[in-house]
């Protein structure tokens, strides 16, 4: 299966089960990989043959700035139904949401959470 990547990108929003992160809000990175079958794409140079990054990043941001959600794990799985209406051809779905500052006491870069689905998941 080929993949597309789209790393890095950076929101805000107002997820979590403390009451300070649903007011206060808090910055999510996500990468985002889909799985599908780009030969034809690289075939004929032909942008219809295959998913535009742009829409990814789009569904991506729609999600993780709308609808408060309590849990990371929640907003990744959002993203990924998201993700897969945005066409057929997307088979798979691996989404990292990575939450900067989280409210807990300690000394670390990040948490995190990454999930992997296939259509078949979400028929």
């Known amino acids: 299966m080929d993949r597309i990547h789209v ?3 950076r929101f805000y929003g107002y997820h979590g089960v403390f009451a300070e992160e649903t007011k ?5 990175n996500v990468d985002l990989s889909i799985g599908l079958a780009l030969a034809e794409a690289g075939r004929t140079d032909d942008l219809t043959k295959s998913v535009n990054y742009a829409e990814l990043y789009e569904a991506t941001k729609r999600v993780v700035e709308g609808e408060p959600l309590q849990l990371v794990e929640a907003l990744a799985d959002r993203i990924a139904k998201e993700v897969f209406a945005l066409d057929e051809r997307i088979q798979e779905a691996s989404i990292k949401v990575i939450k900067p500052d989280p409210p807990i006491a300690g000394h670390y ?3 995190a959470v990454e999930i992997n689905r296939l259509r078949e998941d979400y028929a």
């Open 7 to 9: 790393t890095g990108m």
């Open 109 to 111: 870069e990040h948490v």
């Open 24 to 28: 206060l809000g808090q910055r999510f």
